[in-house]
Every structure is written in structure tokens, then in C-alpha cells.
Antibody, heavy 121, light 110 residues
Framework: EVQVVESGGGLVQPGGSLRLSCAAS????????MDWVRQAPGKGLEWVGR??????????EYAASVKGRFTISRDDSQNSLYLQMNSLKTEDTAVYYC????????????WGQGTLVTVSS | QSALTQPASVSGSPGQSITISCTGG?????????VSWYQQHPGKAPRLMIY???SRPSGVSSRFSGSKSGYTASLTISGLQAEDEADYYC??????????FGGGTKLTVL
């Protein structure tokens, strides 16, 4: 079964840091682009960023709202994706989803259940 | 990158058809045929319903269809059923090699 499971969410103070993890199973992780998408409470979906696969040099892209503060990395040997979040703001409070891209790499065919990050003093 | 524009809400009665619009710009939706649609029930993860404008993943009902013309994409649901009540989001690839979502549309089945 294709599956991704996020972990690492929690409560953090403004200005703090947090690292999220996404564990993948049931597919060849190294073949796929992997993305992070977030959803603030009661709000819509917001694309956060992506990690391309090995064939595309593991390059990354970020939304303007997180660029310079968030870093996406991956460890294909561990079938894992990471999101390092620094200089956190209250507006970063959201459920963070890990998602697997497919086909044209412009859509997400597999989503995790999400992990909640709360930035508050 | 600005979010794509969707109506906040739409409604329809069981058996009817509804259409949800999604409007973008020249750097995203109008430029690429890479529009996708997601269904999200409360407290659940999103589910892919349509990709590449009008393709349906396996397991998605043929009652769901997608189209695009110019700056606007559309999701049509025919033969509305109670379980279709959910939030729906469109998404597009952009010329910055990023992705952008719409603000979401709440579908109510009357």
C-alpha cells in the first residue's frame, strides 16, 4: 500500500524552529518528487515547497511565504522527507501535509494525514 | 504567486449537476494544462479528483469531470450525491515551477 506518514508537529514559540518528517512506504521513494502542503485552521490549502527526485538533482522549490526560512531535504536511504522550519511566525500555524507528486509532477496523488504545527507564545 | 479564485460556496440538490469555477492568470492556469482538483471532507486529507485539466484517477467516479477555457478551469459534478458534500480546491502549475491552490469552494448538497 502506498502511504506517507507525517510526524514532528507540536507547539513552538514565535521565532523558534521545528523539523517535520514524512515516512514513505509502498513505492520507490527515490523516483518521486515530494511536496509539503499546509492548511491553516479553517482556511484553504497552501503549497509550501517540493523536493525533486535524484534524477533531477534533488533540487527544491519554495513558496514565497516560506522561502529563506524553511528547508526541504530528503534521505532516500530512509524513504524520508523532511521540512526544517526556522524563524517561525504565528501565521505558520497549520496542519502540514506530505504529498507525493505523480505523472506531470503537477498534482498530488497520495497525501498523509497531516501533522499540526502551532506557533504561539 | 496569488491564489487562484474560486467561489466560496455552491449548492445543489441530489441528482442535479453543479460546476465550480477556478480563475487564474497568464503565468499559471492560462499558460499550462496542469490543473488539478481535490476533494476534502472535514478533518480528512485532500483527495485527488481530476488532474491535467480533465483526467480522472482510477477509483474516481465518472460523475466528476474537468475542463478549461482561457483563464478559467471548471469542475463539474453530475448526479449530485450526499457524499459529494465537501470542500473542493483547484490547483495549477506556475511559470516559477511552483504550484498554487485556489481558496476553496464549499459544496452543500441540499
Amino acid at each position: 500500500e502506498v502511504q506517507v506518514v507525517e510526524s514532528g508537529g507540536g507547539l513552538v514559540q514565535p521565532g523558534g524552529s521545528l523539523r517535520l518528517s514524512c515516512a514513505a512506504s509502498g513505492f520507490t521513494f527515490s523516483d518521486h518528487y515530494m511536496d509539503w502542503v499546509r492548511q491553516a485552521p479553517g482556511k484553504g490549502l497552501e503549497w509550501v515547497g517540493r523536493s525533486r527526485n535524484k534524477a533531477n538533482g534533488y533540487t527544491t522549490e519554495y513558496a514565497a511565504s516560506v522561502k529563506g526560512r524553511f528547508t526541504i531535504s530528503r534521505d532516500d536511504s530512509q524513504n524520508s522527507l523532511y521540512l526544517q522550519m526556522n524563524s517561525l511566525k504565528t501565521e505558520d500555524t497549520a496542519v502540514y501535509y506530505c504529498a507525493r507528486s505523480a505523472g506531470t509532477m503537477t498534482y498530488f496523488e497520495c497525501w498523509g494525514q497531516g501533522t499540526l504545527v502551532t506557533v504561539s507564545s | 504567486q496569488s491564489a487562484l479564485t474560486q467561489p466560496a460556496s455552491v449548492s445543489g440538490s441530489p441528482g442535479q449537476s453543479i460546476t465550480i469555477s477556478c480563475t487564474g492568470g497568464s503565468s499559471d492556469l492560462a499558460r499550462f494544462n496542469y490543473v488539478s482538483w481535490y476533494q476534502q471532507h472535514p478533518g480528512k486529507a485532500p483527495r485527488l479528483m481530476i488532474y491535467d485539466v480533465n483526467s480522472r484517477p482510477s477509483g474516481v467516479s465518472s460523475r466528476f469531470s474537468g475542463s478549461k477555457s482561457g483563464y478559467t478551469a471548471s469542475l463539474t459534478i453530475s448526479g449530485l450525491q450526499a457524499e459529494d458534500e465537501a470542500d473542493y480546491y483547484c490547483s495549477s502549475y506556475t511559470d516559477n515551477a511552483t504550484l498554487v491552490f485556489g481558496g476553496g469552494t464549499k459544496l452543500t448538497v441540499l
